[in-house]
Structures are given as structure tokens and as C-alpha cells.
């Protein structure tokens, strides 16, 4: 009985013990978060002003106490990423002589912390920092890697690019969507060695359809070449990836490479063959989509009527109004916008 007293008192204090330091933990976080407040309502008006021209960055950094200033840092990220152009770069020049506040969390053995720390330098940091954000590419974690490159994938960043495509691999766990967008945010002077990736046979498939989404999002019209020419591969993805970029950027002449693909086993590039031909063929095409509309798949349907109307086909897409279900539905959509 001893023995179990001892132990049920040893577990009430350590119960205690938890219960004391958790409510310390309270205490100092709310005092964090009061201070935090009091700094926002002094400096927030003040770097509102700065952008406004009232005050001269340099004198305000002056200002700051070493004790607020990594919360000054917080408060002018916070506003600086709502901002573009001129705002921007006077909350950057105001931040970047206090940066070195943050540099130990560049270092820090959590991923999320440097993964933040670099939003801010990306953000607030001058052009010598894009060399210190580009080390971070090989960070073992994937997480910075990729915050890593979105930083770099900025306007006036394009001779990042390069880096930033060779380490496309490791974002394979990543939708397509959000790489493709982080690419095409460098803007049209990094379409070049985005070209360049995309004709690259050795460069993994994940990586290259990505950057042909990104060349769609960036309407680049010398990349139709380009894309024609990886039409005859093996890799279904790809294929209808280079289908989309070119209903974008396409012309009449590449019609050529789209056509044998709508009769292809795999419907969705089917149906990309389909959109594409409606937006680069000729009216002579409107028979061959008439032919393939009535197919087991609802998408290649709906995009046959689509690509009917791109191609002016009426007569077409009159005649798919009598052939009742699915086809029906979607050339009167087309035709009427739903009226039937």
C-alpha cells in the first residue's frame, strides 16, 4: 500500500507540475500576443505613412529598439506582401537593414522556421539575397526547397530560372498546377530556357508538363514549335499538355501533329485533341469532330460541341441537337447557352 500511495502522489505532482506549466505557457503567450498588438498599433500608421512618402525609411529603421525588432519585421511582412512595385520597395528599403534578426532562423533544425524565415528575406531582402535563397534549393527539406523557388520565381528574378528547373524533380509530389503558376510568375524573359527544358527528352516528365502549363499561362508563341514536336511521345501526360499549350499558342500549321490524336485510346487527350483542333484547324476539320462527337467518353462530347462553335460548324452542331442524351445537352448549350 506504501508503494502504491507514493506512486499515486508521485502522479498528482507531475499532473500539478503539467497543469503549472501549461498555465505559464498562457501567460507568456498572451503577454506575447499583447505586446505584438501594442507594436502593430504603433508601427503599422507608421509604415502606412512610409509608403505614402511621409517619412525617409532609413531615419524610421533608425528608430527601431533591437528589442521589437524582430516584431517591426513581422508587422512590415505582413504589409509588404499585400504590395507591389514602388509601395514595396519602400517597406523594403525601411526592413533590410533590420534583416539580421532573422538570419538565425535560416539556420533553425525545423523546416516551417526557415521555410518563414525565407518568405520574409524573399520579401523584404535586397538582390544580394537571392544568392542566400538559392542555396536553399538543396535544403533536405522539400518544403524549403520549394519555398526557396517561388521566392526566386519573381519578376525580375528570371536568371534563377535555370536553377529553379533542375530541381523541378523534387516537387513531383506537388499538383501541376501550383508549379506551373510558380513558373509563369517569373514572367515572359524566362520562356526561353523554359522552351528549352520542355524540348529536353532527358528532363523527367512531371517537370516537363509543368513547365508546359506554364508556357500556356504565359501565351509564349514560340513555344508551338516546341510543343509539336514532343506530340509523337510516349507519355500520355505530356502529350495532352503540349495539346493544351498549343490550343493557345498554336497556328493552322500544326493542325497536322493534332489531328491522327483524336481518334487516340486515351479520352482526355482526345478530347485535347479535339479543343485544340477547334481553336488551330480549319473548317474541313468540323467533319472529323462531327464524326468522333458521338464517343463513350461525356468529355470528348462536351469538347466536340465546344470545338464545333470555334469552328463556326452550325451545320455540325445542328445536327448533333438530333442525336439525343449527352451529345444533344452540349450542342444546345453551345448553340443556345442551355435554351432548349
Known sequence: MTGLAVAIAGLA??????????????????????????????????????????????????????????????????????????????????????????????????????????????????????????????????LVSLVAARALCQPQRERWIGEVLLRLDRYSSWSVALLSSMLAGVGIGAAASMRTYLADARNPVGGRVAVARALGLLRDPEASDVAAAQIPGADPNLIAACLRLLSVVGRAKHAAAVRPLIEDERFFVRSAAITTLGRIGSREDARLIFEMADDESPWVAIRSAQALADLHASDELALLTERGGLLRDAAIETLYGGAA
Open 13 to 142: 505532482a507531475l499532473n500539478l507540475l503539467f497543469a503549472g506549466l501549461v498555465l505559464v505557457l498562457r501567460v507568456l503567450h498572451g503577454r506575447r500576443a499583447s505586446r505584438r498588438d501594442r507594436r502593430s498599433e504603433q508601427w503599422q500608421p507608421l509604415l502606412i505613412g512610409l509608403i505614402s512618402g511621409d517619412s525617409d525609411p532609413a531615419a524610421l529603421a533608425d528608430d527601431v529598439d533591437s528589442a521589437e525588432q524582430r516584431d517591426v519585421i513581422e508587422i512590415a511582412w505582413s504589409i509588404a506582401r499585400r504590395l507591389r512595385g514602388a509601395d514595396r520597395e519602400r517597406i523594403r528599403a525601411f526592413a533590410a537593414p533590420l534583416l539580421d534578426v532573422v538570419a538565425p532562423d535560416l539556420a533553425s533544425g525545423r523546416p516551417e522556421t526557415r521555410a518563414r524565415a525565407l518568405q520574409i528575406v524573399s520579401c523584404l531582402g535586397d538582390t544580394d539575397g537571392e544568392a542566400t535563397i538559392s542555396t536553399f534549393l538543396d535544403d533536405s527539406s522539400p
